[in-house]
């Protein structure tokens, strides 16, 4: 007696056909059957993703603050570099107020001071939270 796979079992192999003595045109035409089977499965298994990702970003889109920033807005820039300063958590974590003088595509921004020096880097707009004096 021969050996047999567990999965030949499941999925009858052309060994396993020969053994069970079933005549070729019945394996072929189930062998065709189980190939038009996995196409089935990768659309399910594709539209079970495409579910999963909208759900994923329903979830994160609830928590994104939309910024409405126009030209000319007051803001204060949020200080993400970690900066050695001695009052240490009780460090201030915004610096400004600054101006918006030019929103670009992508969401960056130019801004310049209170006295009109711009800065030289963009800025991201979620670095940015409108100041109200």
């Known amino acids: 007696m021969e050996a047999v796979l567990p999965i030949e079992l499941e999925v009858p192999s052309l060994r396993v056909m020969i053994e069970s003595e079933i005549d070729e045109a019945d ?3 189930d062998r065709f059957a189980e190939l038009m089977l996995f196409d089935e499965r990768r659309l399910r298994a594709l539209y079970h993703i495409q579910g999963y990702q909208r759900r994923i970003a329903r979830a994160f889109n609830k928590k ?3 910024r409405d920033l ?3 807005d007051m803001v204060v ?3 993400r570099a970690p900066i050695f300063d001695p009052r240490g958590k009780f460090r201030p974590k915004w610096a400004g107020p600054y101006i918006i003088k030019t929103i ?3 969401g960056a921004a130019v ?3 209170l006295d009109g020096n ?3 880097n963009l800025v991201n707009l979620d670095q940015l939270k409108r100041y109200y004096p």
Request: hydrophobic share 45%.
């Open 64 to 66: 994104v603050k939309s």
């Open 111 to 113: 801004i310049i001071d």
């Open 104 to 106: 670009l595509d992508g």
């Open 77 to 79: 820039k949020e200080i």
């Open 118 to 120: 711009e800065f030289n």
């Open 70 to 72: 126009i030209e000319g």
């Open 27 to 29: 394996w072929l035409s």
